[in-house]
């Protein structure tokens, strides 16, 4: 099994990634306070703190890792950004540490440590305790980015009708939290049928022994529980079987190639119309970088995203 293309946060929900809860309005800067001392005073490692999730809310997890290099290891503030930041890079070895160093000496329903064990519960398909813990979230306060890890794992349950809910509860709660764009089966596979098309005809004859397949959601057959920040639950795409430069007529036998594309994370990913269909040709191209045996870097390189 190969990964598939994780897009990490989607614009439409970059709450996923920093604390769900702003600041008072009159907090001039955000300060994660964990009731560990009273900090009335803002100092150095506060607006290095402050960069850091700065960092977070614009994707940028391996700048975010190296602001908080600056800091002391042993600084508690550091700990719940850092773990968050770990999380999407796949480290959760590491951001369990983190989380559980926070929770030595943090309140358990204190919202940002709340929000971090929900995340790695998440990565982790643990999904009733994520549930449990981002319902705990909601009753402090309903948060799109909340509001949305709830229609995610509604999505995985099936309940679409609770989640696109969830999704309208989102939006409500604030505007610029768009309602994602949706298509129905045939639109969808149309979208992809015309990607292939688009590509040139020595990446289009591999395709023809690799069964293409539109999934809502991934199912929990498809976690690798070796690594299970391989396949996270919010994932746009998998490639599964041997690649071209793996394949061998017994290979194919045992475990035929499938390129799968999960519909409603991809729906979920794009702000519009227009957004979506651009992420599904990235998705599926990136898929196919895979089927033809190329890693993340190599894929980047292939130019075909």
């Known amino acids: 099994m190969d990964k598939a293309r ?40 506060d607006e290095i703190l402050d960069r850091a999730w ?48 926070a929770r030595e000496i943090a309140d358990d329903d204190h919202p940002d440590l ?20 981002l319902q ?18 509604a999505d995985l349950r099936g309940d679409f009708e609770g989640a696109d809910r969830r999704l309208g509860e989102a939006h409500a709660a604030d505007p610029r939290f768009p309602i994602p764009p949706r298509l129905d089966h045939d639109a969808f596979e ?3 049928d015309e990607a292939i098309q688009l590509l040139p005809k020595d990446f289009q004859a591999p395709l023809e022994t690799t069964e293409i397949v539109i999934e809502p959601v991934p199912a929990e057959w498809m976690i690798d529980r070796s690594d299970p920040a391989e396949t996270p639950p919010d994932l746009l795409g998998l490639f599964v079987g041997s690649s071209e430069i793996e394949k061998t007529e017994l290979s194919e036998d045992l475990l035929p190639r499938r390129i799968y594309l999960f519909q409603r994370n991809l729906e979920r990913a794009a702000h519009d119309r227009a957004e979506l269909v651009q992420e599904i040709r990235v998705t599926l191209y990136h898929e196919i970088g895979h089927m033809l045996g190329f890693d993340e870097d190599g894929v980047a390189e292939m130019g075909l995203e």
């Open 136 to 153: 705990k979230l909601l009753a402090v306060e309903s948060s799109p980015g909340v509001l949305e890890r709830l229609a995610l794992l």
């Open 54 to 101: 700065d960092a977070l809310d614009r994707e940028e997890h391996e700048e975010a890792l190296a602001i908080l290099s600056e800091l002391d290891p042993d600084w508690p503030e550091r700990w719940i950004p850092e773990a968050l930041a770990r999380i999407e890079l796949g480290d959760l070895r590491k951001a369990h540490k983190l989380i559980e160093h």
């Open 6 to 45: 994780d897009a990490g946060v989607s614009p439409a929900a970059k709450e996923e990634c920093s604390p769900p809860f702003p600041p008072e309005p009159d907090s001039e800067t955000p300060v994660t306070n964990y009731d560990i001392e009273d900090d009335e005073d803002l100092g150095p490692e």
């Open 190 to 192: 149309a979208v992809v």
């Open 114 to 133: 709340l929000w971090a064990r929900a995340q790695l519960a998440l990565r982790e398909w643990r999904l009733e305790e994520a549930e449990q813990l």
